[in-house]
Nanobody, 126 residues
Framework: EVQVVASGGGLVQAGGSLRLSCAAS????????ISWFRQAPGSEREGVSC????????YYADSVKDRFTISSDNAKNTVYLQMNSLKPEDTAVYYC???????????????????WGQGTQVTVSS
């Protein structure tokens, strides 16, 4: 059974950092893509970042480029999202989502992913 579990959210001041983790099980990291999405109250869920097993290909939304870094630890079946220089507008519930067939990372869409974590709250105070 495929499972993904997101963790690492919290409350941080603007300019601070957090690292989110997405622990995956039930599949191997030789053919996959994992994306982070976020959803703020009253807003659509948006794709933030993606990493895939296709040459460790990555994608970042313009709103987080140069501030967020996605990485994977294949030995631990875990993907991380390092978030630096956080802004109040980064406040949202962050979800990780997995697909067990690799794809070139581009703008992530919800329908592309079969397995979703439960979400972790990130709150950035001004």
């Amino acid at each position: 059974e495929v499972q993904v579990v997101a963790s690492g959210g919290g409350l941080v001041q603007a300019g601070g950092s957090l690292r989110l983790s997405c622990a995956a099980s039930g599949f191997t990291f030789d053919d996959y893509a994992i994306s982070w999405f976020r959803q703020a109250p009253g807003s659509e869920r948006e794709g933030v970042s993606c990493i895939s097993s296709v040459n460790s290909n990555t994608y970042y939304a313009d709103s987080v480029k140069d501030r967020f870094t996605i990485s994977s630890d294949n030995a631990k079946n875990t993907v991380y999202l390092q978030m630096n220089s956080l802004k109040p507008e980064d406040t949202a519930v962050y979800y990780c989502a997995a697909r067990t067939t690799a794809t070139i990372c581009a703008v992530p869409y919800r329908y592309e992913y079969d397995y979703w974590g439960q979400g972790t709250q990130v709150t950035v105070s001004s």
